[in-house]
């Protein structure tokens, strides 16, 4: 188990969380009290997306979530280069993030 300070926050990560989970797809969708992330993994040749791991925030913090990933993005672009999402064709690549309206 790690345990560091980032951004003045003492943050325990335990071994099995640290491994992370690999997604290529996320599903969101929404009630009027919280937003609600599904990432999941589609691969080839199999017939369904399995969900490796849910995430619920309330309004606010996917707000912030939203401005955290916009401000890291461009960091990264600053630093690396730009990031280019090829076209889909329709076949391939499931929109990103068009999940649903929930209810909660």
Not at 63 to 92: D, V
């Amino acid at each position: 188990m790690a345990e560091f300070k980032k951004h003045g926050l003492d943050l325990e990560l335990p071994s099995d969380v640290a491994q992370g989970h690999y997604s290529n797809l996320a599903i969101i969708s929404h009630s009027t009290s919280e937003f609600i992330i599904d990432f999941a993994t589609m691969l080839p040749g199999l017939d369904k997306a399995k969900v490796k791991s849910r995430i619920i925030l309330t309004p606010e913090h996917a707000k912030r979530l939203l401005l955290s990933l916009q401000e890291n993005i461009t960091r990264y672009e600053s630093n690396i280069g730009k990031i280019e999402i090829p076209k889909a064709h329709s076949n391939e690549d499931p929109i990103i993030g068009m999940g649903p309206m929930g209810n909660a």
